[in-house]
């Protein structure tokens, strides 16, 4: 039976559960998965790059689903990659098991630097971020990490009695802010960019049910509580609650990732098996994607390319792409 994902500690239990074997995915030229439970996955360029939680590799993928490449070189360090993020140049993946980054040139993927050290501050990193120049990492079980993304050299590390993390797990960033979800601490926490100095600990509100994703949109700040099944719109400059959204119309069920594409708010439901459109304009519902064929499987993350939607599915062992414009199924990425 399929795991439920209530939090982000039960998602990456799923590896264990379901095994490290790949589910039917078939192999490159080297014999290697090409998905191996996805757990992130980011656009750079015209390609679309994969973190395969399971089978410690990255996957690059032409946009019309034909794979590139499968990167699982042990040079490369990855254990546990659960998260990815791309610059210009460059592919950062976060390796939540080998307190690890590993960067990649986007144009070869050949390994451009290996990351880690204890003065990096890095325990069960999660999430990534970029704010220009730099790149901000959420870890799990500690605080928030800063290095340059152009050299890797660390920045500073802000520490829990500073910032009040409780599970930090995702951070995203604007201006001369950071922002982090507290999973455990059912909160969030504002950063200031440029000394890592607190600006605010917003708690006390039963709106942050286990907060996973953010996502700015319009100068406000949506928030994804995973175990509340509600979405929640966030003044960033107050802390305010602008609306929180939980009909049953939206059938949000474990809503985890989210992202802006076409003006609307994408989010992927990782117990519920559907995807969620709506308009953060209005907090109307646009669309709620659900049918078997397309292979929704524990979706825990998604990203825009051109005018698509790729979601990639944790338990499936799958990408599914979809047009933006109208929820119809392009593909299913085996």
Do not use: C
């Given at each position: 039976?399929?795991?439920?994902?209530?939090?982000?500690?039960?998602?990456?239990s799923l590896?264990?559960a379901?095994?490290?074997?790949a589910?039917?995915?078939p192999?490159?030229?080297?014999?290697?998965?090409?998905?191996?439970?996805?757990?992130?996955?980011a656009?750079?360029?015209?390609?679309?790059?994969?973190?395969?939680?399971?089978g410690?590799?990255?996957?690059?993928?032409?946009?019309?689903?034909?794979?590139v490449?499968?990167?699982?070189s042990?040079a490369d360090?990855?254990n546990t990659?659960?998260a990815?993020?791309?610059?210009?140049t460059?592919?950062?993946?976060?390796?939540?098991?080998g307190n690890?980054l590993t960067e990649?040139n986007?144009?070869?993927g050949r390994?451009?630097?290996?990351?880690?050290?204890?003065s990096?501050?890095?325990?069960?990193p999660i999430?990534?971020a970029f704010s220009?120049p730099?790149?901000?990492?959420?870890?799990e079980?500690?605080?928030?990490?800063e290095?340059s993304a152009?050299?890797?050299v660390?920045v500073?590390?802000v520490?829990?009695?500073?910032?009040?993390?409780d599970?930090?797990?995702s951070v995203a960033v604007?201006?001369n802010?950071?922002?982090?979800?507290?999973?455990a601490?059912?909160a969030?926490?504002?950063?200031?960019a440029?000394d890592?100095?607190?600006?605010?600990?917003v708690?006390?509100t039963?709106?942050?049910?286990?907060?996973?994703?953010?996502?700015f949109?319009a100068g406000?700040l949506?928030?994804?509580?995973?175990s509340g099944n509600?979405l929640v719109e966030?003044?960033?400059?107050?802390?305010a609650?602008?609306?929180s959204?939980?009909?049953?119309q939206?059938?949000?069920?474990?809503?985890?990732n989210?992202i802006i594409?076409?003006a609307?708010l994408?989010?992927?439901?990782?117990n519920?098996?559907?995807?969620?459109?709506?308009?953060?304009?209005?907090?109307?519902l646009v669309?709620?994607?659900?049918?078997?064929a397309?292979g929704?499987?524990?979706?825990?993350?998604?990203?825009?390319v051109g005018?698509?939607?790729w979601?990639?599915n944790?338990?499936?062992n799958s990408?599914?792409v979809?047009k933006a414009a109208?929820?119809?199924l392009?593909?299913?990425?085996?």
């Amino acid at each position: 039976m399929r795991r439920p994902l209530r939090s982000l500690a039960a998602a990456v239990s799923l590896l264990a559960a379901t095994g490290l074997a790949a589910l039917g995915s078939p192999a490159d030229a080297q014999g290697r998965p090409a998905l191996d439970h996805p757990f992130g996955v980011a656009v750079g360029g015209s390609h679309v790059w994969v973190a395969n939680a399971a089978g410690n590799s990255v996957s690059e993928f032409n946009t019309n689903g034909t794979l590139v490449r499968t990167i699982a070189s042990a040079a490369d360090g990855f254990n546990t990659p659960i998260a990815i993020a791309t610059n210009r140049t460059n592919v950062w993946v976060a390796n939540k098991s080998g307190n690890s980054l590993t960067e990649l040139n986007a144009r070869t993927g050949r390994l451009e630097r290996l990351v880690r050290g204890a003065s990096y501050g890095f325990d069960d990193p999660i999430g990534l971020a970029f704010s220009g120049p730099y790149l901000w990492v959420a870890n799990e079980s500690s605080g928030l990490s800063e290095l340059s993304a152009l050299n890797g050299v660390r920045v500073r590390v802000v520490k829990p009695g500073v910032g009040h993390f409780d599970n930090p797990v995702s951070v995203a960033v604007k201006g001369n802010t950071v922002w982090v979800s507290n999973e455990a601490g059912n909160a969030l926490t504002e950063i200031r960019a440029s000394d890592g100095t607190l600006i605010r600990y917003v708690e006390g509100t039963n709106a942050y049910v286990g907060p996973i994703g953010l996502v700015f949109n319009a100068g406000d700040l949506w928030v994804s509580a995973a175990s509340g099944n509600a979405l929640v719109e966030t003044d960033p400059d107050s802390g305010a609650i602008v609306r929180s959204i939980s009909d049953a119309q939206f059938k949000f069920n474990a809503p985890w990732n989210m992202i802006i594409d076409h003006a609307n708010l994408w989010v992927v439901n990782a117990n519920g098996n559907t995807l969620t459109e709506l308009n953060p304009a209005t907090g109307a519902l646009v669309r709620v994607v659900s049918a078997k064929a397309y292979g929704f499987n524990n979706p825990i993350a998604l990203v825009a390319v051109g005018g698509d939607i790729w979601v990639a599915n944790g338990a499936g062992n799958s990408i599914t792409v979809i047009k933006a414009a109208t929820g119809a199924l392009v593909r299913v990425i085996h």
